[in-house]
């Protein structure tokens, strides 16, 4: 374990004040009682849950190194899901018809969610919900947010007549094909196959139908794609990306910006913004605001690319034009000692988390183009040795 995670879970491993597990239980059992869980359930599910010692270390897991972008990509976008992925849409090709033609998502992106999130469902996750969603919530790291999820669980096991053993999925709470949380499953999973139930463990045309009506909720613009790979022209002003900063499709073009097959991208006013991942010697993305809604199901955006990638490949679309290129690992400590870095020097990346996310690479460009180095916002080594030569001449004045 870095120095880093030790650090991390010294401030946030703090046990609820003067509050044992069961005095934790029996305050959520009032609590349930005011929300309406019915006696039953209080008393026999909720008043009957254990603390698991593992959910706490899944929480508080913290990988050692940096999860880069072509890491993270070829490990989710394979030839396996590819290729399961063509033959769940033949397989469900009714289904997903009727599912575009309702809600206006079209079958590849229900498809790759679908593999994403549970492999079509071979993988949901075999943890108790209910004793890991009490264990969240009675730790004080995230608790009001497990501890509503927590109620919402109650009430629908309820509502749909679950029992406690069938009540499965992730660590933290997540169920069935399509990996909802329990206020998901609340308030956009709907009955596909008319039995009066909605299951999302055990009717896939469930859990479809509500994947699709979650995406339409989220707002979800039919007849448009997610985003696209293009290709970037010579001396691209790369402080130019990032999802805040959206140019017309008319304006990118201008800028130089093609397919990525070199060309030219449409005229139009839809608006895109401009992502680099993996830096400037990785493909570059425009997205669109589809892309946001992905971002919606899960607030990230290598999640969202891939969810998108994978859709079109499924769809029969090829691989990306510009190869992913090796990025050397490094530790989720130096990326930290980057970011405090940076702040320091008054680029602002927000706290040092050692999370390669928007703010840091905003930062990260910010610094690259005071320093005239290509402001892709990818910290590469290059940023490394800049960022510690402008600590020692700040310390020199
Ligand atoms: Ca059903």
Redesign the pocket.
């Known amino acids: 374990m870095s120095v880093f995670s030790c650090a991390s879970v010294a401030q946030t491993d703090v046990p609820l004040p003067q509050e044992s597990f069961k005095q934790c239980v029996a305050r959520l059992q009032d609590r349930a009682a005011d929300e309406g869980v019915s006696e039953s359930i209080n008393q026999n599910v909720l008043g009957k849950a254990r603390f698991l010692e593992k959910v706490i270390g899944y929480d508080r897991n913290q990988p050692e190194f940096v999860q880069t972008f072509p890491g993270y990509l070829s490990k989710r976008v394979n030839d396996w899901r590819i290729n399961k992925g063509r033959e769940m849409l033949n397989k469900h090709s009714e289904l997903l018809s009727s599912l575009t033609a309702k809600y206006g998502i079209p079958a590849h992106y229900l498809v790759s969610f679908w593999g994403l999130e549970t492999n079509f469902g071979s993988y949901k996750g075999k943890m108790p919900i209910i004793d890991s969603l009490v264990t969240l919530a009675c730790d004080q790291r995230r608790s009001e947010f497990f501890s509503k999820e927590l109620m919402l669980a109650l009430l629908l096991m309820e509502r749909e007549n679950i029992s406690r053993e069938s009540m499965v999925g992730s660590w933290a709470g997540a169920m069935g094909h399509t990996q909802f949380m329990p206020s998901a499953y609340t308030a956009y999973a709907v009955?596909?196959?008319?039995?009066?139930?909605?299951?999302l463990w055990n009717?896939e045309?469930?859990a479809l139908t509500s994947a699709a009506n979650f995406l339409q909720h989220l707002g979800w613009k039919t007849g448009f794609k997610w985003g696209r790979e293009v290709a970037l022209p010579e001396g691209f002003d790369f402080l130019l990306g990032g999802r805040e900063n959206k140019l017309t499709l008319t304006d990118w073009a201008a800028k130089g910006v093609t397919k990525a097959n070199g060309q030219p991208l449409g005229k139009s006013d839809i608006e895109a913004s401009l992502l680099v991942p993996a830096g400037h010697e990785g493909p570059a993305f425009i997205v669109y605001s589809n892309f946001n809604v992905i971002l919606g199901w899960n607030n990230s955006e290598y999640y969202a690319i891939a969810v998108g990638y994978l859709a079109d490949l499924i769809n029969g679309k090829t691989r990306l034009v510009r190869p992913l290129p090796e990025l050397g690992d490094y530790e989720i400590s130096q990326l930290r000692t980057l970011q405090e870095s940076l702040n320091s020097l008054g680029f602002d990346v927000g706290e040092a988390d050692g999370i390669l996310g928007p703010a840091t690479r905003k930062g990260v460009s910010q610094f690259q183009s005071s320093v005239n180095i290509v402001a892709d916002g990818f910290p590469d080594q290059e940023v490394f040795t800049a960022v510690a030569k402008a600590l020692t001449s700040k310390q020199t004045l």
């Open positions: 009955d596909g196959d008319g039995d009066g139930k909605v299951d009717s045309q469930d």
